[in-house]
């Protein structure tokens, strides 16, 4: 027995509200990168249930290009994340103001 769609699409809105939460509120990169990450899985969850409420596989394969898009997107932002990290100890966003022109 399957989940209806709206439960899906009821847990991607309340992921995609936490994560949406989490990056407006937070001053911390890595919390930031974390907050995303929660958006991207919520879109995830979403289109899966929509694949499989339509018994269509591009929901799922859209949803394997985000979460291959998702560790790249993770991969960048670590080694900026690390680079920065060098140079200036604090990794909270209001601290990095030398980016600015």
Do not use: C
């Amino acid at each position: 027995m399957a989940a209806p769609l709206s439960s899906y699409l009821m847990l991607s809105a309340i992921l995609f509200g936490i994560g949406m939460t989490g990056f407006l509120i937070r001053r911390n990169l890595i919390l930031m990168l974390v907050s995303v990450e929660i958006m991207l899985n919520a879109v995830n969850v979403s289109l899966a249930g929509f694949g499989f409420h339509l018994q269509n596989l591009g929901g799922q394969v859209v949803a394997i290009f985000v979460i291959a898009v998702a560790a790249a997107e993770v991969a960048v932002g670590l080694g900026l994340l690390l680079a920065l990290q060098r140079n200036q100890p604090a990794a909270h966003i209001d601290e990095l103001t030398k980016l600015k022109w």
